[in-house]
Structure formats: structure tokens, C-alpha cells
């Protein structure tokens, strides 16, 4: 497959340059995916967790940031607006075979303002080693060129956190065993070295993100049946492309840190 270019700024799934790839990693017992805000894990990894969770994981989300800033209205009610994406994440997470209301955990930082701050790294940590997740999932912070500052300090948080929530001396505050994850997969990968297969979940991957009602026009450009049905088709086609290197009919792609 030939390499392609792929805009770091439209949220899902990066370009596949990479000629050598891995894919499909053993189910895990647990899964935990971190997002910069409410559908960035639904973009990223959605159809792996759906995946998963169809065949016994446990999968937790974890948010970061409120939400807030997702709308074009500049009368918008705010607050309002993270109380409703707090219950379109939790409703995705279920739609994705998740547990609910307790898988899923929300930083609430500002959105726009994400900070990898010590705080916040601590606060990611204390979710790893309470869930205690096999596959740690989330944004790649070494993507070149994207501009959004909450995906690249997302990233960077839970790479950080995962050094944080292994090793003993740190935040002993926690009261809490450390935790070692098996493997790290990156989505928005700079470097696509791995992908799995979601041709039995790309439906439910749509079904999670079409939760997500608030974000129709700002993110999904989907102001009317005919765009949802073109924002689907962008999202299939874009699986099909990621999957074709594997002879797959659709695919997720992802940098993988297996070295934890
Ligand atoms: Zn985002």
C-alpha cells in the first residue's frame, strides 16, 4: 500500500506509511482509553474496544477534559454542554459493550487548557492503578504538525502516567499497589506500526460515535441525514484504507509500545 497524507487535524484515523506492521493483539481482561475530550476515544479506538468488549474485556474510558469549547454556538450554554457530554461519552461507552456509568471517569480540566501538569499525571495514574488495564489506550503525542494542545498534552499524560503508575516511589499518596500495563497503544499515531481489525465492530464504532449527538455540525459536519450518512461513509472508507495493507475489510491503526 502506498503511503498517504492524512490532515493531523480532522480527529480518527492517521495515514499507514509503515510497510511492516503488527496487528490484533490477544484479547485483554481489561482495557482503559484515554481521551483528550468526550469522542476522541470513539474516533481512536472505538471499533478496538467494541471488539474487545464483544469478547469478554472489561473496557474504561477515561476524559480529560470537559468538553466545553465543543460547539459553533457562541451563545451556548456551557455548562449545559458538559453535563450533556458527559452522558453522550457514558452512553457511547455502553454502546461499545462497556459497563457504564462507573467504567467511565471525567477529569473535567478546562477545555483548551489541558496542562501535562503533575496534578493531572497523578490523577491519571491513580485511574491505571485502580483499573489495573492489560492495554492502555490513547493519544500519540509525537504526531507532527497537529495543532489541538489538548490532544498533545493527552498524549503526553498518559505516557507519563504510565512511568508514574509502575514505578513504587511514585505518588505513594495513592495508597495504591503500582500497576503495570502490557502494552500502550497510541492512536493519531505518528508512526503506524500496528493495527487491528474492526470489520466485526465498525458498525458499533459508528453506533458509539453517533452518541455523541452534540457534535453532529462541529465535529461530524453532519447537519442532516444525507451528511451523517457521508460522515459514515468517511469513517468506513478510512477503515477500509487502514485495513487493505492486512487484507482487511476495516482497521484501526496505532503506534504500539510493548515495553512498558
Ligand atoms: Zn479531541
Not at 468517511?234 to 503506534?255: D, K, N, Y
Request: charged share 25%; net charge negative.
Amino acid at each position: 500500500m502506498t503511503a498517504e497524507r492524512h490532515d493531523p487535524n480532522v480527529p480518527g484515523q492517521p495515514g499507514l506509511a509503515a510497510a511492516t506492521i503488527g496487528h490484533n493483539l490477544d484479547v485483554p481482561a481489561v482495557a482503559l482509553a484515554v481521551g483528550a475530550h468526550p469522542d476522541d476515544v470513539e474516533f481512536g479506538a472505538g471499533g478496538t474496544l467494541a471488539k474487545w468488549a464483544a469478547a469478554g474485556c472489561r473496557i474504561h474510558h477515561l476524559v480529560l477534559t470537559d468538553g466545553s469549547k465543543g460547539t459553533w454556538d457562541p451563545d451556548a450554554d456551557t455548562a449545559a454542554l458538559v453535563d450533556i457530554r458527559e452522558r453522550e461519552q457514558i452512553e457511547a461507552h455502553r454502546r461499545l459493550g462497556g459497563a457504564g456509568a462507573d467504567a467511565v471517569v471525567f477529569c473535567r480540566r478546562v477545555d483548551g487548557e489541558l496542562i501535562a501538569d503533575a496534578t493531572t499525571r497523578s490523577e491519571v495514574a491513580r485511574v491505571i492503578r485502580m483499573v489495573r488495564p492489560d492495554v492502555v489506550l490513547g493519544h500519540d503525542p509525537w504526531k507532527r504538525y497537529r495543532l489541538h494542545p489538548d490532544h498533545r498534552a493527552a498524549g503526553q499524560l498518559v505516557c507519563d502516567a504510565i512511568v508514574a503508575a509502575r514505578d513504587p516511589h511514585f505518588h505513594r499518596d495513592h495508597g495504591l499497589a503500582p500497576h503495570r500495563p502490557s502494552d500502550l497503544l497510541l492512536w493519531e499515531a505518528d508512526e503506524v506500526d500496528h493495527i487491528e481489525d474492526i470489520s466485526s465492530s465498525l458498525d458499533t464504532k459508528l453506533w458509539a460515535l453517533e452518541a455523541h449527538e452534540s457534535q453532529f455540525e462541529s465535529t461530524m459536519h453532519a447537519t442532516d441525514d444525507a451528511a451523517m450518512e457521508q460522515f459514515r461513509q468517511r469513517v468506513r472508507e478510512r477503515g477500509a484504507q487502514i485495513g487493505s495493507a492486512l487484507s482487511m475489510t476495516a482497521a484501526e491503526a496505532f503506534h504500539r509500545i510493548d515495553r512498558l
